[in-house]
């Protein structure tokens, strides 16, 4: 219940299926929007919230300064037509033919939150403008899986998909979307689809009224405003004295409140509000689930601010203290406002896995979050005076610094101009001049800030040393010159899986930055970046976070290129800051689809010339690893003449010694797809492989199975049916772990060629890995002799690209911190994560998703905690202590997968289904009561799952490729 009382129903797979539903309405409506002529001097206004937002902002200043120009605000309920219609508004309601009618003959339609704030019908064909409600930090649309569902059949292959089509087609209608700064408009880019020419960065009309006049003067109204409100929800206003504290938590997309106070808590809220003489205003999202009812009815000093008592609550903000709040914009607006907040989310590990974010959830919040009501109120008093309210107003400024652009209060007349500018009319330039403001203006300091990189000039060289020479090869380097503003600790450009650190000269505020594009990762030199965007950080000293802020002064009017055989990179000017995207180093003719396509159709008509080589291919050519690695190592062994080929989507990926790199999509991996004798890969083969009558194909799949597979599936259409069929009949010969997995590989793939049953060849490095070789290995992964190694390693999910965290990994090191001994937690997403998301950066952790090998992580680790992955399968093959962390369990099984056996009944080690129950099998370890490794279930479990992986798999499956003749003899 909201603190009304009325229940929240929206969630995005019901609001998804309302909007399909609606369908023939929207295309009767686009049909009837071409006979219906629009005038660019009608337009049309509305906010999802009510008469509010950067809407009403809108409207008044065109209403003020072009009187002319016809507007309508059309509402959404009676009570706002009768307060928008009271404020002298031409209003109309937004459902019926009137509201329709307006919407079809408006040339500019202005929404807050989406087509529906207007007559969503009548869309079809005007110049939207999106101004949208608050700069977003959980992702929207098309950057979340969340966003992507539609009900009872959101986990069916293609769901997604056409979810994500229709908001892309949804998002094409919006002409100009407003934002407040470079850096969120490549957030607004990518969730609704839009070019960067439609995403401006001109400032949100929203918060202008939270940067006009003085400090003094905005308070002063403000808190008239929210007496006012307070007094017609049938209460006295705000109290002359005292501190005023806001707390307003999101929405949970459909799921209750986890932080609504239990009657213990809501009675030390009351306790505490007394001692500190404090007003606690409550502000629960609308569309959230639970009621805060019972705080106010404890106390006087807590109120509900609800949307039907102040519609609108960002000019409230100055006449607040603090903030609380877990994930909503309101901290953003709050920074601008200069009032500091207090960070309470005490269900993150699970808002993380399933909505994500833009930023780390610790670099926005500014450290570690509370996730107790208790833990929260000791932070408000901190924060509400002294050294602990200077430390929140840092952060609070950062925040503003880092994704506001404009700080004059000039953003709705910006934003009026560019809309002129849309529509072809003359924009008055002095009138939409931005004034000076005056020296001694008590807010000249929202303009200025300390830390600031501002660019001046960027070259490019190449250090590569001919293949002959004696030395170690390099390759190309970036160089930066500019100015700062004070002195800088780090450089470096950051990607999602990466960092690429400059080395930094400074002298005054003038630096050089020198960036190698080629280097060393995991203990491989000589590689390129991973391919992707890299966007450049800078941390000064002094200062509380890094910036991803840079100005750039005519130093790349144009975007600068590398070209280089390890690479090709473009470095811009983006988002408010420098981007170096790198790509895989394809040449002209290889790049792109219709090139593809030619490539493609040269492969099939050529004539192959057979070669006596093997063409490796490991998780879609994104790693270099598993069965197919461990394959290679025992082939260069025992049969060196072999040419042995590595699929690489880009040559950050390193291959065995000896091997040959071939980049995915060049015309030299189409030619040894076609020439080469075997095929070595562990997923399905793509680019409509087209055999030859020389070669032959090992699949070696990638893991036993406890989640159900291609046919087993549920729901699985006739198109899927056929494609597992036509991808199994390319397959020569399937390797299987054990017997178990050779049963459901037959049946999920209707496979009817041999399995060869042989162990894992993955397995082999795990099982036989010295204690010499182990302690190299941790130690290039960065763990010391002394730590204790907890790798968390879960699967997948079919409805995230991400990965998914429902143990707050970067809080996990500080909870570790209270057991014997120390700690490391090494962090592996899934491979079909890799090029999602960014690598976690926190103390005591390490993100090793983009490690090549999963066996060495398993050797390197003494602890392992997975989910539902085919490597607790793997990991029982050795003593180390294994757990299983099932939080999802239900949803799981029921909704995205199903299983093949009871994992709870069956497992021979501890299950936790919640994160305190992983800490506590941890303490366990920590402190010696680890389980016996020989238990009676343990075996049995090895017995069915483990009983060839003795360390010689490969020997086995190289010698039956040998004995199969699928290479010919030596």
Known sequence: ?????????????????????????????????????????????ASGIGLGEGSLALHEHVRAVDPARQLTWLASSRAELAEARARGLRALPKRGPRGLWATLRAGVVVVTHGFGDVNRFGVSGARVVQLWHGIPLKRLHLDTGAALRLPLIGSLPGVARFVAALYRRAGAQIALFPVASERVGARIRTAFGLPASRVIGVGDPRDDVLLRGTAASRRQAARALVS?????AGGSGLPDAGPVVLYAPTWRDGAPDAAIPTPAEWQAIAAWADRAGATLLIRSHPLGQGSYAEGAARSPRIRLLGRA????????????????????????????????????????????????????YREFSGGEPATTWAETLDRVDAALDGPGRQAALAHARWLRDELVDHLDGRATERVYAAILGLLGEP???????????????????????RYRLTLTAIATSDRSTPPDAHVEARGPVLALEGRATATIESLALVGPRQTLHAAVEQHGDRFTAVVELVGERWGRAGLAPASGEYRLETRFVGAPHATARAAVEGAIAEPVTVEHPLLRAELRADAGTLVLRVEPPLADDERGASAQKRLEARYRL???????AVFFESFYSQTVACNPLAIDRELARVRPDVTRYWSVVDRSIAVPEGAIAIVEGSAEWWRVRADARLLVVNDWLRKRWMPRPHQRVLQTWHGTMLKRLALDREGVGLRTRIAVRRESGRWDALLAQNDYAATIFRRAYAFRGPVWVEGYPRTDALVTMSA?????????????????????????????????????LPGLPAALAALPGEHVVLVRGHSRTLRHGRDLD??????????????????????????????????????????????????????????????????????ARTRDEVLAELAHLAAGDARPTASPALQRWRERFTPRDDGRASERVVARILAAGMLPPA
Do not use: C, K
């Not at 877990?326 to 699970?350: C, N």
């Not at 180390?880 to 056996?901: I, K």
């Open 427 to 449: 924009v008055d330039a002095t009138e939409n001049a931005v004034p000076a403001r005056p020296a001694e203006s008590d807010d000249e300091r929202r303009s200025v800030t």
């Open 606 to 612: 050529r004539t192959a010339t057979p070669e006596n």
């Open 228 to 232: 006012a409100a307070l007094r017609a």
């Open 309 to 360: 008592a102040l519609t609108d609550v960002t000019p409230a903000l100055p006449a607040v203290d603090l903030v609380v709040t877990d994930y909503s914009s309101i901290a953003f607006d709050a920074a601008i406002a200069e009032v500091p907040s207090v960070f309470f989310a005490p269900d993150l590990p699970q808002y993380l896995a399933t909505r994500g974010l833009y930023q780390p």
């Open 772 to 808: 010499q070789e182990r302690a190299a290995l941790r130690a290039r992964l960065g763990v010391r002799p002394d730590q204790r190694a907890v790798l968390y390693a879960p699967t997948w999910r079919d409805d995230t690209a991400q990965m998914v965290d429902y143990l707050d």
């Open 1 to 45: 219940m909201t603190e009304s009382g009325a229940m929240a129903r929206f969630t995005f797979s019901a609001g998804n299926a309302r909007a399909l539903a609606r369908a023939p309405l929207y295309a009767l409506g686009a049909l009837v929007a071409l006979l219906v002529p629009r005038s660019p001097r009608w337009w049309v206004l």
């Open 842 to 911: 926190a103390e005591g952790l390490i993100d090793v998703t983009t490690y090549p090998d999963m066996a060495d992580l398993l050797a390197a680790a003494d602890v392992v905690i997975t989910d539902y992955s085919s490597l607790m399968f793997d990991i029982t093959a050795v003593d180390t202590p294994l757990v299983l962390f099932t939080p999802d369990l239900e949803h799981y099984r029921r909704e995205l997968r199903g299983f093949y056996f009871d994992l709870l009944a069956e497992a021979p080690v501890p299950v």
